[in-house]
């Protein structure tokens, strides 16, 4: 019999390094414009760069538009005072990182949700306000005073996008 010769694929770093850019490169971009300043990220990463430096108070109405929510009900996730929202805001002050973390996250789970609703941006902001079995008869808007609870959104979203009962 003849010899066989056995095709081994050499590794190439650049070729490597080149799809990992594109991987990159093709992951979920999130927006947020705040006080004339744009604040964009693609990895968790890149999300802790931003809440250490933190991002301006006035990105708290942004979310509130964002979610559909009043502004007062906004202040109530974030335990602020309107007065002390006001001053701060006027001040052009920074959010600490826990509150800054949490709007980033909101940013994603609006993105994400409405990505899921086939951006139907009205389903979307109907289904935040319906009690879901899922969410123990909550409502998914009312979960979003926590970290844990708009994780706990995000993963019914999933369950949603992949045809799961949620």
Do not use: H
Not at 87 to 102: C, F, I, P, Q, Y
Request: glycine share 6%; hydrophobic share 35%; charged share 30%.
């Amino acid at each position: 019999m003849g010899k066989q010769i056995s095709k081994q694929r050499i590794f190439n770093p650049s070729e490597s390094i080149s799809r990992a850019k594109n991987a990159r490169a093709s992951l979920p971009k999130w927006k947020l414009e705040s006080e004339g300043q744009e604040y964009t990220w693609s990895s968790k990463l890149e999300r802790v760069s931003i809440i250490r430096t933190g991002v301006p108070y006035a990105s708290i109405d942004v979310i509130s538009k964002k979610i559909n929510v009043p502004v007062k009900e906004v202040l109530n996730l974030f335990g602020l005072a309107q007065t002390t929202y006001n001053k701060k805001r006027r001040e052009k002050s920074l959010l600490n990182g826990r509150d800054s973390e949490v709007v980033l996250l909101l940013t994603e789970l609006v993105d994400y949700g409405i990505a899921v609703f086939n951006n139907e941006e009205d389903k979307f902001q109907r289904w935040m306000k319906k009690i879901n079995f899922s969410l123990g008869d909550n409502t998914p808007e009312s979960l979003l005073d926590s970290i844990t609870g708009i994780q706990e959104v995000r993963n019914c979203l999933n369950r949603i996008e992949y045809g799961n009962l949620a």
